[in-house]
């Protein structure tokens, strides 16, 4: 007999209100205390009209990570119905993403929809465009790392871990063991030209390798985001024995990313547009130059932070 409420999603704001339960889902619905650790809570000013109607407020409260904090709320225990209604009532500015309580157990939670926005200590893996090759001053990881610690030097941080001519599957075996001395809050998966170039009849199969990379987050409490991948140039891309760089691979690998992160909830960044039919931001058809990776992390800038 299936669980006519299988849905648990942790909630400390509007959706705690009896009021704001009745108009959403026609009833108060069961819930649970539960608490959130590593995140702590700020305001967020809400627009929407009907949302400010069914609440009776206009400053709402999003997460934020902080080490050592916790938010204190409760789990609902939602119907298919029920979950529907809750993402219809949340702004744009919130996306539901998997979390892991103080408790252990997990939960759906409302994020800020900019995924880089409210971390704290981020971990970049992946292969040499996250590594920033071809670029003196280290990439748009590193431009991201200065943005990113200039808002709260104390507390923010970002490690770039990324590997030269890593695969996804390599990245998923070697992260687990990366992340404890990092204590992340948010892990960044960069994914490349060598899981294109490395599909041997043209089929990418990537789901496994993303599956365990979502655990592993999952399991430090940390947010999975996966970024790419970029335009190449298949005219000026270098031949490597055993491996092919085409344009067909790269966007077989930009749809595969795109489907499993809508299908699995994950926030996924798309660099494709920003260096697209620019040859000339890239230095040997496949890694950005300086200008190529500035590019990028203005980009990311725009849409993640």
């Known amino acids: ?154 507390d923010s941080r970002v490690f770039n871990l990324a590997v030269p001519g890593s695969t996804l599957a390599e990245v998923a075996e070697q992260t687990p063991a990366l992340l404890p001395a990092r204590r992340p809050d948010t892990l960044v998966v960069a994914a490349g030209i060598n899981d294109v170039a490395a599909a041997g009849n043209g089929q990418l199969r990537l ?14 409490g940390a947010r999975l985001v996966v970024v790419g991948p970029i335009w190449l140039d298949e005219d000026q891309a270098p031949a490597y024995e055993g491996l092919s760089f085409t344009l067909e691979r790269a966007l077989l690998l930009r749809e595969t990313l795109r489907s499993w992160c809508t299908a699995h909830h994950i926030d996924h960044l798309d660099l494709w547009e920003p260096l697209r039919d620019r040859p000339d931001l890239l230095a040997d058809g496949l890694h950005p130059t300086p200008e190529g990776h500035d590019t990028l992390h203005q980009h990311l800038m725009k849409i993640a932070l």
């Open 1 to 154: 007999m299936n669980d006519p409420r299988p849905h648990t999603l942790f909630s400390f704001g509007t959706l705690l209100d009896e009021r704001v339960q009745k108009t959403l889902f026609g009833q108060s619905v069961p819930q649970t205390p539960a608490a959130l650790a590593g995140h702590t809570a700020r305001p967020l000013r809400i627009t929407d009209p009907e949302v400010i109607a069914t609440s009776g407020l206009d400053v709402h409260l999003t997460l934020a990570r902080r080490i050592g904090a916790e938010v204190e709320g409760a789990v609902l225990h939602l119907t298919d119905a029920d979950l529907a209604a809750a993402d219809d009532y949340e702004v744009d500015d919130y996306v539901r993403r998997r979390t892991r309580l103080s408790s252990g157990a997990t939960a759906w939670a409302y994020l800020d929809a900019r995924p880089l926005r409210s971390a704290s200590r981020i971990v970049i893996v992946g292969d040499s465009i996250a590594y920033g090759r071809c670029d003196p001053q280290g990439g748009w990881a590193a431009r991201l790392a200065t943005d990113h610690i200039a808002t709260d030097e104390t």
């Open 207 to 220: 789901e496994e390798s993303l599956d365990t990379l979502a655990a592993t987050a999952l399991t430090y």
